[in-house]
């Protein structure tokens, strides 16, 4: 399946590859997001990546938006904090990691002009499709759809078909993202304890590592 600019759908083109593939709508943005699971201690005495969050002003650093930008986006289920939502009055949300990595994602996706169905549908996937090989993905986009590519030969194949006009490689954005937390405060989500310049000691390795 494909989503358009006006968010209808289509077929997905035959290939014999596997890929890349058109990323296809759904009830995106219609449900609520429950907090992500949290360890029970820390490694090695250094809080886990999924142990530690961030306050808006960290994640908009991290990403490049503004916190107007980053308020509207919650507000409206575009991303909302994975790790604790704003209660009322004197409550902080709290992003995750992965959170601010798509934070940036989303960023860039507006700089060049996606539409914002076709970013809706780019963040559900990602969450839906879990963060797994994202060192090996990159999303190109010609405006009206957004595809994922998970090989070189794969990218060519749209530049060649003029389907590609410009990619974001999320492994890149990731490691940014991680270098640029690494040098401001994050919280443990278990204690509320601040944990100042925090490096999420490169999760794709990881989990890359969890999966062999």
């Not at 209808?8 to 990323?23: K, M, N, V």
């Not at 005495?45 to 650093?61: L, M, S």
Request: net charge neutral.
């Amino acid at each position: 399946m494909r989503i358009t600019g006006d968010g209808t759908t289509g077929g997905t083109p035959a290939r014999s590859d596997g890929g890349p593939f058109p990323l296809h709508g759904g009830a995106v943005g219609s449900a609520r997001r429950q907090p992500e699971s949290t360890p029970v201690g820390p490694v090695d005495g250094d809080p886990a990546p999924e142990q530690v969050g961030y306050r808006g002003p960290t994640a908009c650093a991290a990403a490049g938006i503004t916190y107007r930008q980053l308020d509207y986006w919650a507000r409206t289920g575009l991303v909302e904090p994975s790790v604790r939502a704003a209660y009322g009055s004197g409550t902080q949300r709290l992003y995750s990691f992965r959170d601010v990595v798509v934070l940036k994602i989303v960023k860039r996706f507006l700089d060049t002009g996606v539409a914002l169905q076709n970013i809706r549908t780019t963040v559900q996937h990602l969450r839906d499709r879990g963060f797994a090989d994202l060192d090996r993905m990159t999303l190109m986009s010609d405006g009206a759809t957004v595809y994922e590519c998970t090989s070189p030969d794969q990218v060519v194949s749209l530049l060649q078909g003029g389907q590609g006009v410009f990619g974001i490689a999320v492994g890149v954005v990731w490691r940014d993202v991680e270098k640029a937390l690494s040098q401001l405060h994050g919280e443990r989500v278990d204690t509320g304890a601040t944990v100042v310049g925090h490096n999420p000691t490169d999760e794709l390795a990881a989990r890359r590592n969890r999966a062999v």
